[in-house]
């Protein structure tokens, strides 16, 4: 078991491109999260996953985003058309439905858009 | 909505007591928890707290929950320097569904040595 992973682990991009991340959770885990990070703040939520369906939405989470788990297992955050204030770090969590109620985060994903 | 409420910074020496505090707005959860972060890395859980529970200690970490003022604390003992992280309070938020964990903004710890 290697723990939650995402990649890239960095991405710098210009405004107005789209990135997308990477999410490999925990194996067998049935919840996946998304959570965003700015600088001298704790996590937001944005979104999270059981199985393949997504269940929850922050109202952080504009139109311009997009989360998808389509087989359950790993998942992808897209952000279309990036502004200067998507700059943050993007961190992904994963839990057991079967195992127990804790939230293991991976590494995160720092974005800066120029 | 709900809040979760910690000091910014806290700053202790070597070998002393670090007491990090929280305070919380939703009264329903189920579990409470502390991650803690080190520079330009992810959140590791450090541990958790059961709703009905007052207390639990786990090696150098003791925890203690006061549900009537919403007041979570972690008490770090013998602190050493690879403690320095910034700690974060979680807590599920309304029902404590697990789908959506609240922070707060995270307290800075750093040891001296």
């Known amino acids: 078991d290697t723990g939650v992973s995402q990649d890239p682990r960095h991405k710098i991009t210009k405004r107005g491109q789209n990135v997308t991340f990477r999410c490999d959770p925990i194996?067998?885990?049935?919840?996946l999260y998304w959570y965003r990070q700015t600088l001298g703040q704790g996590p937001e939520f944005l979104t999270y996953?059981?199985?393949?369906?997504?269940?929850?939405k922050s109202r952080l989470l504009s139109d311009r985003f997009s989360a998808e788990r389509p087989k359950g297992s790993f998942s992808t955050l897209e952000i279309q058309r990036t502004e200067q204030g998507d700059s943050a770090m993007y961190l992904c969590?994963?839990?057991?439905?079967?195992?127990?109620?804790?939230?293991?985060f991976g590494p995160g994903t720092r974005l800066t858009v120029l | 909505g709900e809040d979760v409420e910690q000091s910014l910074f806290l700053s202790v020496r070597e070998g002393d007591s670090s007491v990090i505090n929280c305070t919380y707005t939703?009264?329903?959860?189920?579990?409470l928890y502390w991650y803690k972060q080190e520079p330009g890395a992810g959140l590791q859980l450090l541990t958790y707290?059961?709703?009905?529970?007052d207390m639990k200690q786990d090696q150098r970490l003791t925890v203690l929950l006061n549900k009537k003022d919403k007041h979570l604390s972690l008490r770090i003992a013998d602190t050493q320097t690879g403690d320095s992280a910034i700690y974060f309070c979680a807590d599920p938020g309304y029902g404590g569904s697990q789908g959506n964990l609240i922070f707060g903004k995270g307290t800075k710890l750093s040891v001296k040595p």
């Open positions: 939703d009264s329903s959860s189920t579990y």
């Open positions: 996953f059981q199985n393949e369906a997504q269940l929850e």
């Open positions: 969590a994963s839990s057991s439905l079967a195992g127990g109620h804790e939230q293991f």
């Open positions: 194996s067998e885990h049935n919840r």
């Open positions: 707290i059961f709703s009905n529970m």
